[in-house]
């Protein structure tokens, strides 16, 4: 059996980058182990409690409407759609105040001036500072394979925006926040976002995180029917030109012959061919060490590989919720709006929380718990049975608990309950409302994407040496392979993890360059 090409993994940058395939004519194949493709984008019915949808993956998919691929791919006429609620953000505290951020700039530099009016300063002045810099270099430069840092350095040094993106970027997020803003919960604040994207806060070189975050215009969106729904669309669009996703499938071994990538052998023993060329959207360790023989492996491919880092404090513990009613606030009282925001963090009151955080994961401890979720019914009602609601909270928490993840096996539901008495500390009529619920910790993830290698679930840390161009490892950051016809499309290239799809829409334009097709979409 053969195809023009074979994509290992159908989460959703193998999925974009299969369905542009598709429409430069090309006959392709992904294998994919799980019984469904999407990867991250999976909706879940409870077994015991038909009609209860739950998004035990990605749920928030920021400015998802605004990605390239998502209108050149048509996925609205296939079936995705998108809710970006106004009141996107509520960092609600244990005294009922709420620090609020809208999709309204100035409705959120409101909240930030009931906590201090000097922060509502620094927030309007670097998102002024920092448009620019987002529209003209970062957005674009996620958009498209990155520079050698060397140049990219030399041509941002030219502009204005280049040279206050370098200076800002020399700082860590941490000194960033501490120097602009001086409100402990707006700090604590924006350094939370800063670790969603799992940004170390102490590591210099990405201080502009931060005022990226306060100049984008893009906010958190969630998709209508679940997260599931959007990989539906996609596999519409991959199968509408002709592409295949094989399921419960895994490859065993890449074939090379001649310094060239020629297809792959299944586990199940069957060779398939790829006449042009095989694109890898696992993490390198899978890709170069488990995948190929060693002696098709360069042995400094084979040490970049195996140093491949990932994020100690990116794996998450769920909690999700079955429910008679949605969670009400106690601070609803003084803050109506709060039953509309799409995201409430929980447990956050202080900066000094941040050392805690990371200290607990460095021994593989609980830390008091912070946590961050939705009621997604509150939006879209199609996710549980008529007037009943499903919600969540995630909990950032070590991989290894107490230094062996399998410990996670028997304290996991002892913790989902632990996290729930905080929960209802702030929404007492969680209480009875519960008719079910269950947990999943980052060695469930991992056990689920085996690609999100210790329940990372960027699929590899934002560092120096495993960033833009030389992400995930310097030498493979243009999405090939050491031999021709190998590629990497995943959350291990650039831009990196999360529901973007981009290192899919870039590795599609190298592609396309290398296999001289003709495309109109390329930036
Ligand atoms: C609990 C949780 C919450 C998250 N929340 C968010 C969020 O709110 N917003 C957001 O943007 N992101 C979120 N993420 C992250 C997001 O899901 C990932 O960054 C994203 O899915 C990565 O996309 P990908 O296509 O690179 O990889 P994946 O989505 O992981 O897809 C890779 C695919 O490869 C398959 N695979 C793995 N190994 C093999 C193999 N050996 N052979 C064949 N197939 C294989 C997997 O089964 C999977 O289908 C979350 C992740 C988790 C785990």
Same mark, same amino acid.
């Given at each position: 059996m053969s195809y023009d090409g074979i994509l290992l993994g159908a989460?959703?940058?193998?999925?974009?980058?299969?369905?542009y395939l598709g429409k430069a004519g090309l006959r392709t194949l992904s294998l994919e182990r799980n019984a469904a493709p999407g990867g991250g984008l999976v909706t879940t019915e409870d077994p015991r409690h038909p009609g209860f949808r739950h998004n035990t993956h990605s749920f928030f998919h920021r400015a998802i409407t605004q990605m390239p691929w998502y209108r050149e791919l048509q996925l609205e006429r296939r079936g995705a759609r998108y809710l970006e609620p106004e009141l996107n953000v509520a960092l609600v505290q244990r005294d009922g105040n709420v620090l609020e951020w809208w999709t309204?700039?100035?409705k959120t530099a409101a909240s930030f001036a009931r906590f201090s009016p000097k922060d509502a300063r620094a927030l309007r002045r670097w998102r002024d500072d920092f448009v620019p810099v987002l529209e003209r270099i970062v957005g674009p430069e996620s958009r498209r394979p990155p520079l050698p840092a060397a140049q990219r350095r030399a041509l941002l040094e030219k502009s204005r925006e280049g040279r206050l993106l370098l200076e800002t970027s020399a700082l860590s997020p941490e000194a960033f926040v501490l120097r602009e803003f001086e409100h402990p919960l707006i700090q604590a604040g924006l350094l939370f976002f800063n670790g969603l994207r799992e940004v170390d806060l102490r590591c210099e070189g990405f201080g502009h995180h931060i005022p990226i975050l306060l100049a984008a215009s893009g906010k958190a969106q969630m998709c209508i029917g679940g997260s599931g729904q959007l990989a539906q669309a996609l596999l519409e669009a991959v199968g509408e030109t002709g592409g295949e996703v094989r399921c419960r499938s895994a490859p065993r071994r890449i074939l090379v012959e001649n310094g060239k990538a020629i297809g792959v052998e299944t586990h199940e023993g069957e060779r398939i061919l790829a006449r042009h060329f095989i694109a890898s959207s696992l993490n390198p360790q899978q890709t170069f060490l488990e995948l190929m023989d060693p002696g098709d492996v360069p042995a400094d491919w084979r040490g970049k590989a195996a140093r491949f880092t990932y994020n100690l404090l990116a794996p998450l513990f769920g909690l999700y919720l079955s429910l008679s009613e949605r969670p009400m606030y106690q601070a609803e009282e003084n803050f109506p709006q709060l039953s509309k925001a799409l995201m409430v963090i929980l447990g956050l009151e202080r900066y000094g929380q941040f050392p805690e955080i990371v200290q607990a994961h460095e021994k593989g401890e609980i830390p008091a718990p912070v946590m961050w979720g939705s009621t997604p019914t509150v939006f879209d009602p199609s996710q549980?049975?008529?007037?009943?609601?499903?919600?969540?909270?995630?909990?950032?928490?070590?991989?290894?608990?107490?230094?062996?993840?399998?410990? *996670?096996?028997?304290?996991?539901?002892?913790? &989902?309950?632990?996290? =729930?008495?905080? *929960?209802?500390?702030?929404?007492?009529?969680? &209480?009875?409302?519960? =008719?079910d619920r269950f947990s999943r910790s980052a060695l469930d993830t991992e056990r689920n994407l085996p690609n999100m290698r210790e329940g990372d679930l960027l699929v590899g840390a934002f560092t120096h040496g495993q960033v833009g161009d030389d992400r995930p490892f310097p030498g493979a950051g243009q999405y090939r392979g050491h031999v021709k016809g190998l590629y990497l499309c995943g959350s291990s290239s650039h831009p990196g993890g999360n529901v973007t799809g981009l290192p899919g829409y870039n590795c599609a334009q190298v592609l396309y360059a290398d296999l001289g097709l003709a495309g109109d979409w390329a930036p």
């Open positions: 989460g959703h940058n193998a999925l974009v980058l299969q369905a309204d700039f100035e549980a049975p008529p007037g009943r609601h499903t919600a969540f909270m995630w909990e950032k928490l070590p991989y290894r608990l107490r230094g062996d993840a399998q410990n *996670w096996d028997g304290a996991k539901d002892a913790h &989902g309950s632990d996290m =729930l008495a905080a *929960w209802r500390r702030y929404a007492p009529n969680l &209480g009875d409302a519960v =008719l």
